[in-house]
């Protein structure tokens, strides 16, 4: 993925000024940051949200995010190729992790984690960069769509395009970076989608029911 610098200035200013000027109900299928209504059941809440064509990156929120991402994180099909689960986790480390990561202020956090959701409002997973490094401006990725019968839509590559986008046009970020296991075809599939190449393997990285996984590691640069 290779975006020019001078443009990275253009859209970003962009992405500001319809934020503030454009109505709840404005649709476009440019990149933009949006104020958008999104009906959920307890009445209608008006967020805020980087879109993509099929997906909204959206700030975490405990009481809409939470018992979702407890659930996908405890499901075994879920976590069958992720580098992290088949731990139990526990509401109280669920509620810790959210108390800390939605009260982050810092202007260089290390975390930005995003819930993602269809354009209707629907919670269907997350988009993470972590490990941000600002001297070096590189981030590690992690994306999870967490509904079984949400999968294979298209939001995972939806919300890792927007996730790439967000990182190079408005954080300034030049270099992502994801290891994924070799088995993992529909996270290889999705990242190669959105720009990122294959650097390396590492073979019996990780041990994973009953068996020792190769690693793959790939990288996304933005042309500086
Ligand atoms: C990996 C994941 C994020 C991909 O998101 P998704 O919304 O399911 O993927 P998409 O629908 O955008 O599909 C991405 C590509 O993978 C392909 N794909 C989807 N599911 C697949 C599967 N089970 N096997 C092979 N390819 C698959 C799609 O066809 C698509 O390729 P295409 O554009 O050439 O058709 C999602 O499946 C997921 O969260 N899985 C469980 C958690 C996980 O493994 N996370 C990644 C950890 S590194």
Not at 10 to 30: D, E
Not at 85 to 104: I, Q, S
Not at 161 to 166: A, D, N, Q
């Given at each position: 993925?290779?975006?020019?610098?001078?443009?990275?200035?253009?859209?970003?200013?962009?992405?500001?000024?319809?934020?503030?000027?454009?109505?709840?109900?404005?649709?476009?299928?440019?990149?933009?940051?949006k104020?958008a209504?999104?009906?959920?059941?307890?009445?209608?809440?008006?967020?805020?949200g980087w879109e993509g064509?099929?997906v909204r990156l959206v700030?975490?929120?405990?009481?809409?995010?939470?018992?979702?991402?407890?659930?996908?994180?405890?499901?075994?099909?879920?976590?069958?190729?992720?580098?992290?689960?088949?731990?139990?986790?526990?509401?109280?480390?669920?509620?810790?992790?959210?108390?800390?990561?939605?009260?982050?202020?810092?202007?260089?956090?290390?975390?930005?984690?995003?819930?993602v959701e269809t354009l209707?409002?629907?919670?269907?997973?997350?988009?993470?960069?972590?490990?941000?490094?600002?001297?070096?401006?590189?981030?590690?990725?992690?994306?999870?769509?967490?509904?079984?019968?949400?999968?294979?839509?298209?939001?995972?590559?939806?919300?890792?395009?927007?996730?790439?986008?967000?990182?190079?046009?408005?954080?300034?970020?030049?270099?992502?970076?994801?290891?994924?296991?070799?088995?993992?075809?529909?996270?290889?599939?999705?990242?190669?989608?959105?720009?990122?190449?294959?650097?390396?393997?590492?073979?019996?990285?990780?041990?994973?029911?009953?068996?020792?996984?190769?690693?793959?590691?790939?990288?996304?640069?933005?042309?500086?």
């Open positions: 993925m290779r975006i020019r610098r001078g443009r990275v200035r253009r859209l970003a200013s962009a992405f500001t000024l319809r934020a503030v000027l454009r109505p709840p109900a404005f649709s476009s299928s440019a990149f933009v940051c104020l209504g999104a009906r959920l059941g307890r009445g209608i809440f008006v967020g805020y064509e099929r700030p975490l929120d405990k009481a809409r995010h939470m018992e979702n991402a407890l659930a996908w994180f405890n499901d075994p099909d879920v976590t069958e190729l992720t580098l992290t689960g088949d731990f139990p986790l526990a509401r109280l480390a669920e509620e810790a992790w959210f108390d800390r990561t939605c009260a982050e202020m810092s202007p260089t956090p290390t975390d930005i984690v995003f819930a209707a409002g629907e919670h269907v997973g997350s988009a993470g960069l972590h490990r941000i490094d600002w001297r070096h401006g590189s981030a590690l990725t992690g994306t999870l769509i967490g509904p079984r019968e949400a999968r294979g839509q298209g939001y995972g590559t939806d919300a890792a395009r927007v996730r790439t986008r967000y990182a190079f046009e408005v954080l300034g970020l030049r270099l992502l970076l994801s290891e994924v296991m070799a088995e993992n075809a529909a996270s290889l599939r999705m990242l190669e989608r959105v720009g990122y190449r294959e650097v390396g393997r590492i073979p019996r990285r990780y041990w994973r029911r009953g068996a020792y996984r190769e690693a793959v590691l790939l990288a996304a640069e933005r042309e500086s």
